[in-house]
């Protein structure tokens, strides 16, 4: 799959005349029109969440896909987005907008500092290291008082008057959401296809072989670190503020550094479709799950057995196993 | 003053049996470069079943070691065959999820049989007193019979002809494999012996302090600090690093809330990763 990149024919073609950038658009846009066209609140609620997962898995496929790499942490940049942006719109007043980038510019550049520092850890330790931060960040937050200790921060309601009552607020927010969601889409494949992606794959492949032919590949770990950061940032960021309310346990909750890793494999790790149609499959899978009254309890179990077959059985996904089967749909998707 | 010495001793006692548990796990990631994700599972399998042991099955609490080491053989033998067997040879991102999926699958059915309570295992022993500061029984005994199985396990891989087999498959599988020696069947041995050890410390650990099906998660991490403290595939260094971690939250102990000695242990965590990525203690390991 990691080859994809080099094979199909279109890499070089301006991105306006490649088909795969027209399929994201109109994912795009079916997410954006499709609970707007009938005001449909539960029908956007779901796709809410499944624009998050996306999010969420199409930067952690950054790392996974790409690199190589498990990043089982991914869910800290999600938190302490939140946690920023909350904070900057409680304490100091700060519009939307604004908390929002600050909270993804901040999340980057920590990401940036910490996988420069970590660059040097290959396989395994990096993968413990992550896990590390994981639980670095949420015990120094349950613990700092500023942001409210284990207890967390609260919007007060009129936050969301700026935005036109809370009603709009939340159609806004879902807007912002899918445009989050289409920016993840286009950074990967934009990533995929170009010289600093060629670059990851090969760790992927070979990191020794990378480095031997001039890849330099502690920067090249460290800046896919940090960039797999900002947008799952902007995200958390959205995110808390919709529910106005954030605390360590639910922000960097590692059940969805779970969810996130499952999709990835789910749907393919490496490309572009597969965590998406991955997201989508899980989010529906879950939705069913948890309204059935004998398996809303199994739902951890159910995630882990997905998984482990996957691994065993079908390492490549649902795309590997498309691509197995069509392979000529490799010119069109990625 | 005698206040800080108490703590530290009995931080260091503690500390043995987190760095038992971490011998569980350097052990399998010495033999076959896997870090076993289920690390946590296994420890709170074991302090489950001492709990049944001794409220259903009537045993005494320390009578329940033996069938704990037995059983988390099997089991580790079992999970070896499920979980890992097909993974050697592949990269490690995959049996980093293999075990991490398994783990998910045992902590999942375990929160659906038994939930998220706290359960408790009452053992009285008497306590040994030393300057009007008391160390619990417990605390004492669980330090010996760690120090008991530590000395077993070197007992075992250096002087049994099955532990220096193991010994060789860890440092050149193709070679041991050559010599003639089983090398799947010294894998499988070397997992089972892996969660037996992970098994016996959450018994130990149960005998401590009180515990939900989820507090595996949170000693799976304390055995990740031990373990990069000590060196990854290395068990001294993991008892090692066990008394030191125990040493420092001792010495933390009497300075600050329960909670932050958390955040301590996690940047010390990511800051040996980064500095010593061989371990503070990385000795010799052949």
């Given amino acids: ?334 | 003053m005698f206040g800080i010495v108490a703590s530290i001793v009995d931080g260091v006692l503690i500390g043995s049996v987190y760095g038992l548990a971490a011998m569980g796990l350097t052990l399998i990631w010495g033999v076959m470069d896997v870090v076993n994700l289920t690390h946590g599972a296994a420890i709170v399998a074991g302090m489950f079943a001492l709990y049944f042991l001794t409220s259903a099955a009537g045993l005494a609490p320390y009578a329940a070691l033996a069938p704990i080491l037995v059983g988390g053989f099997l089991v580790g033998m079992l999970l070896y065959w499920i979980a890992v067997h097909r993974m050697i040879g592949r990269p490690p991102l995959m049996s980093l999820l293999s075990t991490f999926s398994v783990n998910l699958v045992l902590i999942g059915l375990g929160t659906a049989a038994w939930g998220t309570v706290l359960f408790n295992v009452p053992v009285t022993l008497p306590g040994v007193s030393w300057h009007g500061y008391t160390f619990p029984g417990t605390h004492l005994l669980a330090a010996a019979l760690t120090a008991a199985m530590a000395g077993l396990l070197y007992l075992f891989l250096y002087h049994t002809r099955l532990g220096k087999a193991v010994r060789a498959v860890a440092d050149n599988r193709e070679a041991a494999e050559l010599a003639g020696i089983p090398t799947t069947r010294m894998l499988s041995l070397a997992f089972g012996l892996g969660v037996a050890l992970a098994s016996v410390a959450g018994m130990l650990i149960a005998t401590l302090f009180p515990f939900t099906v989820l507090a595996g998660d949170a000693y799976q991490l304390k055995s990740f600090v031990v373990t990069v403290l000590g060196g990854l595939g290395n068990p001294a260094g993991a008892l090692l690093g066990g008394i030191a971690l125990g040493l420092i939250e001792g010495l933390a102990a009497p300075f600050m809330p329960v909670s932050w000695t958390l955040v301590i242990e996690f940047v010390l965590f990511i800051a040996v990763l980064i500095v010593f990525p061989g371990g503070i203690f990385a000795l010799r390991r052949s």
């Fill in chain 1, 1 to 334: 799959m990691r080859q994809d990149a080099l094979k199909s024919g279109d890499v070089r073609a301006p991105m306006l005349r490649r088909p795969f950038f027209w399929i994201i658009a109109a994912v795009i846009a079916a997410f954006g029109l499709a609970p707007a066209v009938d005001n449909d609140v539960e029908l956007r609620e779901s796709l809410l969440l499944a624009a998050v997962y996306i999010t969420l898995a199409s930067n952690l496929n950054l790392m996974l896909g790409y690199t190589g790499y498990i990043n089982f942490g991914s869910i800290v940049f999600f938190g302490l987005g939140g946690y920023i942006c909350v904070f900057l719109m409680s304490a100091h007043d700060w519009p939307l907008a604004g908390a929002v980038l600050a909270a993804g510019a901040a999340v980057s550049l920590f990401a940036l500092l910490f996988g420069l520092g970590i660059l040097r850890l290959r396989g395994a330790y990096f993968a413990l290291a992550t896990i590390g931060i994981n639980e670095a960040v949420k015990a120094f937050v349950s613990n700092f008082e500023p942001w409210g200790g284990s207890s967390g921060l609260y919007l007060p309601t009129e936050i969301f008057m700026p935005l036109g009552g809370p009603m709009q607020a939340l159609w806004i927010i879902y807007f912002l959401m899918v445009g989050v969601m289409g920016l993840s889409l286009y950074l990967s494949y934009g990533i995929k296809t170009s010289k600093f992606g060629l670059g990851l794959m090969a760790i992927g492949q070979n990191e020794d072989a990378a480095a031997m032919l001039g890849v330099r590949t502690p920067l090249y770990k460290a800046l896919a670190y940090s960039v797999s950061a900002f947008l799952p940032a902007l995200a958390g960021g959205l995110y808390f503020f919709k529910g106005a309310f954030i605390q360590p346990v639910d922000a960097f909750d590692l059940g969805l550094s779970t969810e996130a890793m499952v999709i990835v494999m789910l749907g393919g790790q490496g490309t572009i479709t597969g965590p998406t149609v991955g997201a989508y499959l899980y989010e529906e899978l879950r939705g069913r799950l948890l309204t059935s009254e004998t398996f809303s309890n199994f739902q951890l179990v159910i995630s882990g057995a997905l998984l482990l077959v996957i691994v065993l059985f079908l390492p490549g996904g649902l795309m590997g196993w498309i691509y197995g089967r069509w392979p000529r749909l490799k010119r069109v998707l990625e």
